[in-house]
């Protein structure tokens, strides 16, 4: 038996920090295979917010 599901709310957090590709690579954020596939010039970087966190708060904007 298949449960049919609904999205009814979408919600996202983006980190206020942004650095290039390069700096990211080369602090280990990002991988250069991944970074050549997804031609990005810049990332978004948060320092302090675990991906856990930054869920709940991307979960939280769907109720506000």
Do not use: W
Request: hydrophobic share 45%; aromatic share 4%; charged share 15%.
């Amino acid at each position: 038996m298949t449960v049919p599901i609904f999205v009814t709310a979408l919600g996202a957090h983006v980190p206020d920090g942004i650095c290039t590709v390069q700096d990211a690579i080369a602090a280990g954020r990002y991988d250069t295979q991944r970074a050549k596939t997804d031609g990005f010039a810049s990332v978004r970087v948060e320092d302090c917010l675990s991906p856990p966190d930054m869920a709940l708060l991307a979960a939280q904007a769907t109720v506000n």
